[in-house]
């Protein structure tokens, strides 16, 4: 079911048919997708917040789900420039955990800090990405979209 990784080739990993639900989410294109349908949640979820319950608790879901965006941006980026082929480029893994660390977290301890934001309104921010991700998952091994395609039995109403 799954490819090892000495026997994993990257390049068919997107088009074979016989690889598994997991090797086909670790592909960019999965976390591109998710990325955007995260982006677009947290544009809807805001502007429902701002106007069926208020502009701070928008604002909050708002600013959390752009810092949990913002922070999956920063370990992606960190992961390909740790496991790209070749020699790894340790100014510029360096580089992003000095930014990522320092301004990232203490933003996000800014907004944990606030009073007006409410604690729930910044979970569901910080974890839609998440959210986002495991329904995905689901959504494509119960679709069968696997890459290998679900057994339907056709009958015909003569037969």
Known sequence: MFN???T??????????????ATDMLTEGFLRRSLRMTAALILVGSIYSLVYVGQW??????????????????IKTTIEALIKPGKIDK???????VIKFPV?????????????????YLLAGFS????????KAVGRA?????G??????RESFLS
């Open 4 to 6: 090892s990784p000495s």
């Open 57 to 74: 608790q928008a604002l909050a879901f708002l600013s959390a789900g752009v810092w949990g965006l913002v922070n999956m941006l920063f």
């Open 91 to 97: 100014i510029a893994v360096f580089g992003l955990l």
């Open 128 to 135: 839609l990405f998440f959210a986002v991700v495991v329904l």
């Open 142 to 146: 119960l679709m069968g979209l696997d």
């Open 8 to 21: 994993m080739n990257t390049s068919s990993a997107k088009t074979s048919p016989s690889n598994s639900v």
């Open 104 to 120: 990232l977290y203490f933003s996000g301890y800014g907004l944990l800090s606030f009073e007006r934001f409410e604690a729930s």
């Open 148 to 153: 290998q395609a679900p057994e339907v039995k």
